[in-house]
């Protein structure tokens, strides 16, 4: 992306012009309190039928008691024919006064003033120039219900009298009542002019009107007033608005004159389309063809257009250029520019900003509370919205966000129930903010409950809502349940958000023929929709899954329909490509990219760390900081790992490394990082300097330290430093069903087996379930295998097969290791349990359907456990077939009795 050049700011262009003053032409008065209220007219044009038009009856205007005295002037005389001229001269000199005072009311805010000329007026007869000066005052001073009382005693309002209340209407939340006024003005024989059509369209926008939009552009072009700058600016502002940026671009490239306001204008429009550069582009064009200045809003819109191309650099200079022209303390501009850093990953950047802010509003304080929980830090986050001078149901659902982005699911329902003993308003927004903690916390009980809430407030038939709870379901378990609403959506409607779920909910529970079945069957009848959002989630599902030639097909797909420009598509493609044991195409289609986000090279890096090639890994990260871009704190765990797989001891290089996440790069270490950085330790044998760095830690250690800590003593046999960890893990409360797991079999390898089954019984209490492990081998389709499983239509080929090999293995070395299997088991049993695991079955199944020569290439859904490993390296030597395995730790590339990971994973 090119530098940006700034113009000077010339003088700003106002996207709407007020309405012309009143003349003081004298029209035949009458007094206000005698002239009857019309009656109310029907449109002469039926709006949109999702509109329900109705208007306000007349009533009487009150009388004030306040007077003013206006001792300068003479009291105006009744107006008749014979009234001489320096009368009438008198008088308007004493209408302009009045306008003059209604204009100061305005300014300064004063209702009194404006009532007390209101009271001198209803003395005069009728002016409608002077009524129209009056609704004018009222609205601006937030008295919508007395601007409209005024017009209702208007014997003949013209169309300044009309588009005044048209405009105060749209402006005040009263949409309805401005399109029925606007249809009377138009029944009534009155012309719109080009203030009248802004007004209308105003009311559009803010209703998302797009079938009234388009009836009042008709009618705009048929009276000649399209090449008004102003009100063609409202209509791109309507189809911005509304989703229809060719309309947008249509008309800002038939304008024969463009303002400031129509550049701004398309920009949002782009931006809002995800076309930053495209934004950027036509900025720098018109800014050196045309010379438009740079406000407020067009900086606003550059900085959205930086934070969503991680344009950092841009970003930056847009930022010092708001500084040069005095708008940095523009409180739209600094709200954008606290967007902009939380993107950047700028802690001390949006410090700086709030602290330097003059002004804060309730945007600001949320804008804090989302970059906090983006950055992770959920107590600073809570610490900001408990100081919020003001709170709304805005701010709480950004809590509620962040708390599920940061995997607090307790806190989020905490949260919640406080919304709703507050009666705070309930939306869509928060509905699945709520749904998805409960997904998080993986609680049955609790997800009927709040499933049961969503139907009693009649929140349902959502879609958005409906697929957080249907990945509610899957996460808890509950597929039953989950079928059964998938099924119960209504076929005419679009299903395709509920079937990306599904299937991923499929494969997230391990029933993986359905989860492609169901794909294959929507597609065959039509139903699955593949835009980018159902090609980013297949595309992640094959990968998942391993299935290469279905991936392959979806890469084809959205190269043909252009979905590749998608950031999303092009990362889940890299994705599926390198779990799918093709590192080549995962890096020569990110090569290919035009452009890449933070989630592009942590997709580069994840692959790498798959295939334990730690030196690349380092390479793409040492490529990436020449980019620029800023690393987040998913980058430094993949960075951190990657030394685990250096071909080198590079320790020291890895304790800088994590030493200035910090100071140098303004991330603080989170759990994660702590585990990443102890499994490196461990790996390298400083088990000494592990515990020690876990003994540091500026918070309480969760459960993934210390399991990172445990593993490392496994990998290195020193049982003294993992008795310690194994009593702190004991005594720690689990909080996720893997560290139950690992809780359970502790207690069994020391034979405490009454406390293994106390955990376990505590882990269905809370309705989490373990899930099985599997294995599975693609071949045509998945074909998926449990210990001891007989389900295969094969499976007596198999399992004779098995038999064989074992016996083979045994004779070449191989020792089947019984020493983790449960105590209670009878030597014999404990083999037998060893001999038909997962993996050994889909192994042997691969070396019975796969051509000769070629690899086997096995799915595992949780780590490869020793035995299974030893057996497959055996496998290796007596059939001379490469075995490629992929693990919950990555790629084990078995070959002539060798494995990749060297048997450290």
């Not at 300014?107 to 009532?115: F, I, N, S």
Request: aromatic content about 10%; glycine content about 6%; overall charge neutral.
């Amino acid at each position: 992306m090119n530098t940006i050049n700034f113009i000077q700011p010339t003088a700003a262009v106002a996207s709407v012009p007020p309405p012309p003053p009143p003349s003081s032409s004298s029209l035949p008065l009458r007094p206000f309190s005698h002239s009857p209220s019309p009656p109310p007219l029907k449109p002469s044009l039926n709006p949109h039928p999702s509109l329900s038009l109705s208007l306000s009856s007349p009533s009487s205007v009150p009388k004030l008691k306040t007077q003013i005295q206006f001792q300068s002037l003479p009291s105006p005389q009744p107006l008749l024919k014979s009234n001489p001229p320096n009368d009438r001269h008198q008088t308007h000199k004493f209408f302009h006064h009045l306008i003059h005072l209604l204009r100061l009311s305005a300014r300064h805010g004063d209702r009194e003033l404006a009532r007390a000329v209101h009271a001198s007026i209803l003395k005069l007869q009728e002016d409608t120039h002077l009524g129209n000066a009056l609704i004018s005052a009222y609205l601006k001073l937030g008295l919508v219900s007395d601007a409209h009382l005024v017009f209702l005693s208007l014997s003949c309002p013209n169309v300044v009298s009309f588009t005044t209340l048209v405009s105060g209407f749209s402006k005040a939340g009263r949409e309805e009542e401005a399109v029925e006024l606007f249809f009377r003005m138009r029944n009534s024989g009155i012309m719109p002019n080009e203030y009248s059509f802004v007004a209308i369209l105003t009311a559009c926008i803010r209703v998302l009107e797009l079938d009234l939009g388009l009836q009042v552009h008709a009618l705009v072009v048929k009276l000649g007033y399209l090449d008004y700058v102003f009100v063609s600016n409202a209509l791109m502002g309507l189809y911005g608005k509304c989703c229809c940026l060719d309309y947008v671009l249509k008309l800002f490239h038939q304008l024969p004159e463009r303002d400031s306001a129509s550049l701004n204008t398309v920009m949002s429009s782009l931006a809002k389309e995800f076309m930053y550069d495209e934004a950027f582009e036509l900025f720098r064009e018109l800014q050196q063809t045309e010379g438009f200045g740079v406000d407020h809003f067009t900086v606003s819109t550059l900085l959205t257009a930086c934070s969503g191309s991680n344009a950092f650099r841009e970003g930056k200079e847009v930022h010092a250029h708001a500084i040069k022209i005095g708008l940095e303390a523009n409180l739209s501009v600094s709200n954008a520019l606290i967007r902009f850093y939380a993107v950047c990953g700028s802690v001390n950047g949006v410090n700086a900003l709030f602290a330097r802010m003059p002004v804060k509003d309730v945007i600001t304080w949320t804008e804090m509370i989302t970059a906090y929980m983006k950055f992770g830090l959920v107590d600073l986050a809570i610490k900001m919205f408990d100081n919020m001078p003001e709170q709304n149901s805005v701010s709480h659902n950004a809590v509620l966000a962040g708390f599920c982005r940061n995997g607090e699911g307790l806190g989020a329902l905490d949260l919640f129930t406080k919304m709703l003993k507050e009666g705070m308003e309930m939306t869509d927004f928060t509905l699945t903010s709520v749904v998805n903690a409960c997904a998080l916390l993986r609680d049955c009980k609790t997800s009927e409950q709040i499933h049961g809430f969503i139907i009693k407030f009649d929140f349902g038939s959502n879609a958005c809502i409906e697929a957080a709870l249907l990945d509610m379901y899957t996460r808890c378990g509950r597929m039953t349940d989950a079928k059964k609403l998938f099924h119960r959506w209504p076929a005419e409607q679009d299903s395709s958000v509920l079937l990306t779920s599904m299937i991923g909910g499929y494969s997230r529970n391990g029933q993986l023929d359905e989860a492609i079945s169901l794909f294959h069957h929507h597609q065959s009848e039509g139903r699955m929709v593949m835009d980018e959002v159902s090609s980013t989630s297949l595309l992640g599902l094959c990968g998942t899954l391993g299935i290469y030639e279905l991936g392959k097909q979806i890469h084809c797909h959205a190269l043909k329909c252009g979905f590749l420009t998608d950031l999303g598509v092009g990362n889940a493609t890299i994705s599926m490509y390198t779990k799918c044991w093709n590192m080549e195409d995962g890096v020569k289609l990110f090569n290919t990219m035009p452009t890449h986000d933070i989630v592009s090279w942590n997709g580069l890096l994840a692959g790498y760390l798959l295939h334990r090639q730690g030196d690349e890994a380092l390479a793409v990260w040492s490529n990436m900081e020449k980019t620029g871009i800023k690393p987040d704190q998913i980058t430094f765990i993949l960075i951190i790992s990657a030394y685990r797989h250096t071909t080198s001891n590079l320790v020291d290089a890895c304790r800088s490394l994590f030493l200035s996440m910090k100071t140098v790069y303004d991330i603080e270490p989170t759990s994660e990082h702590f585990a990443s950085f102890v499994g490196v330790l461990g790996y390298w044998g400083l088990l000494d300097e592990a515990e020690e760095t876990i003994s540091k830690m500026p918070f309480e250690p969760e459960f993934i330290v210390w399991r990172a800590l445990l593993d490392s003593c496994r990998i290195q046999t020193n049982t003294t430093i993992g008795k310690r960890v194994v009593k702190r893990i004991l005594a720690m409360e689990p909080k996720d069903p893997s560290a139950y797991i690992l809780v359970s079999n502790l207690y069994s390898a020391s034979g405490r087996w009454h406390c293994s089954e106390m955990v376990r019984e505590d882990m269905r209490k809370k309705g989490f379930r373990k899930h099985p492990s599997q294995s599975w081998i693609v071949h045509n389709k998945i074909h998926p295998f449990y210990a001891r499983d007989k389900s295969h239509p094969q499976a007596k080929d198999i399992y004779s097969g098995l038999e064989i090999l074992i016996l083979e293995c045994i004779k070449a070395g191989y020792v089947p290791d019984t020493s983790f299997v449960l105590h209670e088991v009878e030597e014999h049993q404990k083999k037998d349990f060893l001999y038909y695991h997962s993996a050994k079955l889909a192994a042997t199944y691969g070396l019975l359907t796969t051509k000769p020569g070629k690899p086997i290439r096995v799915v595992k859904n949780i780590l490869l456990c020793g035995d299974c490993h030893a057996f497959l390296k055996y496998m290796s030597i007596v059939t001379r077939r490469a075995i490629y395995v992929r693990d919950a730790s990555g790629f084990h590339c078995i070959s002539s009795g060798q494995c990749s990971c060297k048997d450290y994973w």
